[in-house]
């Protein structure tokens, strides 16, 4: 939130506490994300409203960015819906999931995989990238049960059981 602030001073953009918070929640961690977003933000705010970020604004310009609120973009839930729809949770390799999702391989590795795997939703494993239960909960999907031959064990990993 400090990082928001300091950059909608900079920026000369009238912005309130709870909007500057919502921003930050939604940065991934990461400054440049936070930067970005509020400059589409205040950019949303110029257009749509009378240039002021209020809380509703800021919620409705995430909205129209297709930002949910833990951050994910369009790009981590293309990711995710892939593994989950097309192989049903996964193992995924990555040359297929680059291919599927016309993202460069580093850039699944580098960008998307990190904060995926930080907030519990991607799992790598030696045969591939694997969706987790937590993943499933939040993209609104139902999660295989056990007895549809899927492990569901302590690390959440959907591909089937080897025991």
Same mark, same amino acid.
């Given at each position: 939130?400090?990082i928001?602030?300091?950059?909608a001073?900079i920026?000369?953009v009238?912005i309130d @506490?709870s909007a500057? @918070?919502?921003?930050?929640?939604r940065a991934r961690?990461?400054?440049?994300v936070?930067?970005?977003l509020l400059?589409?933000?205040?950019?949303?705010a110029?257009?749509?409203?009378d240039g002021?970020?209020?809380?509703?604004?800021?919620?409705?310009?995430?909205?129209?960015?297709e930002?949910?609120?833990?951050?994910?973009?369009?790009t981590?839930?293309k990711i995710?819906?892939?593994?989950?729809?097309?192989?049903?949770g996964g193992?995924?390799?990555l040359?297929?999931?680059?291919a599927a999702?016309?993202?460069?391989m580093a850039?699944?590795e580098?960008?998307y995989?990190?904060f995926?795997?930080?907030?519990g939703?991607?799992?790598?494993t030696?045969r591939?990238r694997?969706a @987790?239960r937590r993943a499933?909960?939040?993209?609104?999907y139902r999660?295989p049960?056990?007895?549809?031959?899927?492990?569901v064990?302590s690390n959440?990993?959907?591909y089937?059981? @080897?025991?």
């Amino acid at each position: 939130a400090k990082i928001v602030n300091r950059s909608a001073s900079i920026l000369s953009v009238g912005i309130d @506490t709870s909007a500057n @918070t919502i921003i930050a929640q939604r940065a991934r961690r990461t400054p440049r994300v936070a930067n970005r977003l509020l400059k589409r933000v205040r950019d949303w705010a110029d257009v749509k409203a009378d240039g002021f970020v209020s809380e509703d604004v800021a919620r409705a310009a995430l909205e129209m960015l297709e930002v949910d609120e833990l951050g994910l973009d369009q790009t981590d839930r293309k990711i995710l819906s892939f593994i989950i729809e097309k192989f049903n949770g996964g193992p995924v390799g990555l040359n297929t999931l680059s291919a599927a999702t016309s993202e460069e391989m580093a850039t699944i590795e580098d960008i998307y995989e990190p904060f995926l795997m930080q907030l519990g939703f991607l799992e790598r494993t030696p045969r591939g990238r694997c969706a @987790t239960r937590r993943a499933y909960e939040h993209l609104s999907y139902r999660h295989p049960d056990p007895a549809e031959g899927y492990s569901v064990n302590s690390n959440e990993t959907l591909y089937p059981s @080897t025991s």
